[in-house]
Each structure stands twice: as structure tokens, then as C-alpha cells.
């Protein structure tokens, strides 16, 4: 085990245990004023609550993987799993104290609680940082690695490692001219020297850029570097055509498969993340604010105008999957028609309920029925009617891509404004970066994040929602 691996493994083990003691000497400290130094009033006040404090930080920080995120070990990984997990920490452990009415435990004293703890937590981060850096620098724990290849991919990788100070970069070894064979299917003495001359500098890990069909001049490369105690690393150079971000996966662990966008939400673990945050966001919706409403607006609506109270209408879902949508009825019964008109500003289809309802997105609020059944997510692209897909999908090129993921009742396109009417095909290529950026994106914060601005559009009012 080299220094670098000693230190992350060690430092996966201190941080846990070093948060966990600053929680609980912050929360003794704060239970045992408010008990006025009395022993007994504060171990039979606070006896639950300091276990459900631990095990809800540990459920944030593995929700967040506040203590996974060591590789390259990025620093600003670290802030921000800390400061997520601080934050969920605030809100769920808030709402356990409310629903189990701890009222010796004042709101000034949850207050200074957490004010406390953030202190302690930037305290702790920073004086980390700091040893973390010196301990980079006084123990060798930076890597010294070369690259051979002279393309986009090394490029790229090469101005990672200068930026990454686990990284020691030796240099470029050659190019991709290197590894070619000769006439005599030997490679040659010079690459074979640099190979030899690096290992004696001390680099372990030498990185191989290069395009797929030149893979098979590598055999002798990979003799050569065994030899000099070198480990070969191969990164692909994909070409113009695929520059950018690509993931590489296993299938069965025999074979890499190369894919060209980063999709989040295809690995279980994360879409497990997701229905469960749909789900709990969406009982507490109807807890609070949809068992009143939804009946109320309902009254409002027949009162309003002769007709059903609900709109249902077939959209693509994930995968294309057809789907009825819920909506809230905001236009006038007419003769039904197979001809699909978009609304427009100032519709003379629209009721005066209706107006109300689109304008401030209450209309909206029966979809939370399609989370629930499980057809829709609380944030991710809108659902699309069938005609427009169909008009679309063969002008607007990726317009398919956003059918990734569940479509959403909020998204990232809607909060920056691109709602309502697509007057054209530019109108809906706009929506449709917004779109595939969050699919390829997605984390939980980006969903709260989102959930926030649309709350915050719902209060001030959006020119676009008509």
C-alpha cells in the first residue's frame, strides 16, 4: 500500500468519526444548558433525540457520499457533500423535533445548535485543507505519472493532472507515433529508452492516449513497460466526433462499453434516490396543502364553467411510453376535434378560472396523482402532447434524448423561463438543451434546487404562463 493509498484510507475513517464527535460535543453542550446544568432532566430530556441526530447525519452523508468522495480526493467534493448533508440534516432533523413536540428544546436553542455546528464544520474543513496540503507536500503523496499520445484526449488530460496536486506530472513520453510497429513488428529503442528513463524518475503510471485502431501496436509497449515496473493506463481518444464527456462501463465485468453522455439516473442506486424523494415530497404536498386544495379549486372550476374538472390528455413519458396526464380543466368545453391547437396568449378557449390557474401553474397540481402512480417525477422535462413529439422529433435533432428520464412536473428548462407556447422549431431546440442538460446532470440537489425556483416563479408570476 503507497503513501497516497494509506492516506485516503485513513482519512475515509478520521472524518467520519472526527463529524460525528463535533455533533454530539455541540449537541451535549446545547442539551445540557438547556437542561440548566441539571444531569438528570438532560439525559431523560434528550435520550432519543441525540441517537436520531447521529443516524440522520449518517443518512445525509451517505445520501450525499459525503465519505466516498476520496479518489483524486477534490477538496470542493468534500464542501459540498458537507454542506448538502448540513442542510438535509437542518431540514429532517427539524421536522422530527416539530413532530415529536420536544418543546424544552426552544427554537433559539435549535437556532444556536446549528449555528455551532456550521462554525465547527468550517473550523474543521479548513484546518483539514490545510493539513491535507501539507501532508501532500511533506509525505510524496502526489503521483508522478507521464502520457503518451498527442491528440484532444491527452491534451485534456494532461492540463487535469497540472491542475490536480495528487498528481506529479512527469511528462509527455511521446506521441502517437510512438507506438506504432516498425517493418520488423519491434517498437522502437527510443520510446523503449523514455519508458526506461521515467520509471527511473519515479513514475508509476504511465498514460496511454490513443485512438481505437491503433490498440493493436500496443503488445510490445505493454512489455516494455512491465519491465520498468510501469503500469499502463489506456485512455481512448475517441476523435472530433466524440470530444467531450463519455463514461465507460462493464458489461459483466468482461466487456467496456463507451457511452457518449453522462446519464445519472440510469443507475438504479440514483433512480431509487429519486422515486424516493418524489414520493416523500409528494405525500407531504398532499398532507399539508393538496387535501384542501385540490377539492377547493374543483368547486371553483364547475362553478366556473360547464365541464368536466379534470383535463386528461395522452403524453410521452420515459422511453416514449404513452401515458394520461391530469391537469386541472382551464378551457371552455367545445366540439371536440382531432386537430391539437396549442394555448397562446390572450386564448379565447381559456375560462376566467383558467386564466388564474395557468398563471400561477395551479393547474398543474393534479399531475402529483402521476407521481404517485409512478408515470411522472416531481422535477425533469415536461411531458409533451403526442403532436407535438410528432412534429418535432424529425426537425429538432436529440429532441428524443430528453425521453431518457420520467417527465417532470417542474423542470430545468421551465424555471429559466421557456414555457408555454414553441412558436417554432428554435423555441423548442432551446428547450431541449435545457432538458438534456438535466438529464445528464441530475443530482438530488439539482431536483431541490429546482422545486425552490419553481416556488419562488410561482409567487412573483412568469410572463410565459398562459
Avoid at 464527535?21 to 433525540?49: D, K, Q
Avoid at 437542518?90 to 416539530?98: E, G, N
Wanted: aromatic share 14%; glycine share 6%.
Amino acid at each position: 500500500m503507497n503513501n497516497q493509498t494509506r492516506y485516503v484510507f485513513l482519512l475515509r475513517y478520521i472524518l467520519p468519526l472526527v463529524d460525528l464527535l463535533m455533533l454530539n460535543v455541540i449537541f451535549f453542550i446545547i442539551g445540557y444548558w438547556a437542561s440548566f446544568g441539571n444531569r438528570e432532566i438532560f439525559i431523560g430530556n434528550n435520550n432519543n433525540h441525540i441517537v436520531v441526530c447521529n443516524l440522520l447525519w449518517l443518512v445525509g452523508a451517505g445520501y450525499f457520499g459525503l465519505y466516498r468522495v476520496f479518489g483524486e480526493n477534490k477538496m470542493e467534493q468534500v464542501y459540498r457533500a458537507t454542506w448538502r448533508t448540513f442542510a438535509l440534516h437542518v431540514i429532517l432533523y427539524v421536522l422530527y423535533l416539530q413532530f415529536h413536540m420536544a418543546n424544552h428544546l426552544s427554537v433559539s436553542l435549535v437556532f444556536w445548535f446549528y449555528v455551532l455546528l456550521a462554525g465547527a464544520f468550517i473550523l474543521n474543513r479548513l484546518i483539514g485543507t490545510s493539513i491535507h496540503y501539507l501532508a501532500v507536500d511533506r509525505f510524496r503523496l502526489s503521483r508522478e505519472v507521464a502520457v503518451i499520445g498527442s491528440n484532444q484526449t491527452s491534451i485534456r488530460l494532461i492540463d487535469h493532472f497540472k491542475q490536480e496536486r495528487s498528481f506529479l506530472f512527469y511528462g509527455t513520453i511521446g506521441g502517437d507515433e510512438c507506438i506504432y510497429f516498425d517493418e520488423l513488428q519491434i517498437i522502437s529503442s527510443g520510446i523503449a529508452g523514455r519508458l526506461s528513463d521515467a520509471a527511473a524518475a519515479g513514475v508509476k503510471d504511465v498514460y496511454v492516449t490513443v485512438i481505437p485502431d491503433r490498440m493493436l501496436a500496443v503488445h510490445d509497449l505493454i512489455k516494455v513497460a512491465d519491465q520498468n515496473g510501469l503500469r499502463l493506463k489506456f485512455i481512448p481518444d475517441m476523435g472530433p466526433h466524440l470530444f467531450g464527456s463519455y463514461n465507460v462501463n462493464y458489461l459483466g465485468n468482461k466487456f467496456p462499453i463507451i457511452t457518449i453522455r453522462s446519464e445519472p439516473l440510469e443507475e438504479i442506486d440514483q433512480r431509487f434516490k429519486k422515486r424516493f424523494f418524489d414520493l416523500a415530497f409528494s405525500s407531504f404536498v398532499f398532507l399539508f396543502l393538496l387535501w384542501w386544495l385540490l377539492p377547493l379549486i374543483a368547486i371553483i372550476i364547475k362553478l366556473d364553467s360547464k365541464g368536466p374538472v379534470f383535463f386528461l390528455q395522452k403524453r410521452a413519458g420515459r422511453n416514449n411510453k404513452h401515458f394520461t396526464v391530469f391537469k386541472f380543466r382551464t378551457m371552455r368545453v367545445t366540439e371536440s376535434t382531432t386537430e391539437f391547437v396549442q394555448a397562446k396568449k390572450g386564448d379565447t378557449r381559456i375560462t376566467k378560472v383558467g386564466v388564474f390557474l395557468r398563471r400561477s401553474s395551479l393547474d398543474e397540481l393534479p399531475q402529483f396523482i402521476n407521481v404517485i402512480f409512478g408515470d411522472m417525477s416531481v422535477v425533469g422535462p415536461r411531458p409533451h402532447p403526442l403532436k407535438l413529439n410528432d412534429q418535432f422529433q424529425s426537425i429538432i435533432d436529440k429532441y428524443m434524448v430528453r425521453h431518457f428520464v420520467k417527465p417532470g412536473i417542474t423542470g430545468w428548462a421551465q424555471v429559466h423561463g421557456l414555457r408555454g407556447e414553441t412558436k417554432d422549431a428554435f423555441d423548442m431546440e432551446n428547450r431541449v438543451k435545457y432538458d438534456i442538460h438535466y438529464l445528464e446532470n441530475w443530482t438530488a440537489m439539482l431536483d431541490v434546487k429546482i422545486v425552490f425556483m419553481t416556488i419562488i416563479n410561482m409567487v412573483r408570476g412568469e410572463d410565459n404562463a398562459y
